[in-house]
């Protein structure tokens, strides 16, 4: 099955193309279509099997698809990651696979100057890829506009639980609008994930 059969935007294939891949990974071929049609999706899966790529490329498309303007200073894709090193992978994902299609992407993680990142966020952004506690601190202290979140990721998040982001987490999705399309994927399962899970999916699709 080739990329070019999944409903992903022709400039984001282009994009894959330059990456050098030719045939999407298992968790690629049925993540994109679903996500493309609107679904909330749980996905299991493990770092390595092309995950990223499952859910921006998708992302990518339907944003693009819908690009307005009308979101200045205003976010339009959440996408929570437990660590810093996750956020700037997957803000690279982002930024390579949008090379066509100019997609806007800011981080926002702790351990370095706050400056930037309210900058980025008083702009606004299509993508905002973050870990949980320095978006709240941003948020606190009324930074970021999450009015207009259409799109919500918890990537890794048995891994954010583990790190004691739960509360966190919880703050966040009271920020963002209850009418959007959320993905959540963990490598494991438990009762805290399927917890969570029952709280933010609406008849999720299992992947
Ligand atoms: P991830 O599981 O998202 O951490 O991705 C693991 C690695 O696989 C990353 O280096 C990606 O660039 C790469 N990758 C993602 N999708 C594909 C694909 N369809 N073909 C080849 N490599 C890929």
Redesign the pocket.
């Known amino acids: 099955m080739p990329?070019a059969s999944l409903g992903l935007d022709a400039s984001i294939l282009k994009a894959?193309a330059d990456?050098?891949?030719?045939?999407?990974?298992p968790i690629?071929k049925a993540s994109i279509p679903v996500i493309i049609s609107g679904k909330d999706v749980i996905g299991v899966?493990?770092?390595?099997?092309?995950?990223?790529?499952?859910f921006t490329l998708p992302l990518l498309t339907k944003l693009v698809r819908t690009k307005s303007g009308a979101h200045q200073g205003k976010v339009r894709c959440l996408i929570l990651a437990p660590t810093r090193e996750l956020v700037v992978?997957i803000a690279e994902?982002v930024a390579a696979y949008s090379r066509y299609s100019g997609a806007t992407v800011a981080t926002c993680y702790g351990g370095v100057s706050e400056r930037p990142q309210i900058a980025a966020l008083r702009r606004g952004c299509d993508f905002l890829i973050a870990t949980p506690g320095r978006l709240l601190d941003l948020g606190g202290q009324g930074h970021g506009d999450f009015s207009a979140v259409e799109y919500l990721v918890l990537d890794e998040a048995d891994r954010m639980l583990d790190m004691g982001f739960i509360h966190d987490v919880k703050k966040i999705l009271a920020l963002v609008p209850k009418d959007k399309q959320s993905l959540l994927f963990s490598a494991t399962f438990s009762d805290e994930i399927r917890e969570l899970a029952n709280n933010l999916l609406k008849d999720p699709q299992s992947i």
């Open positions: 990329f894959v990456q050098g891949y030719t045939e999407p990974t690629q899966a493990q770092t390595g099997t092309g995950k990223t790529a499952a992978q994902n």
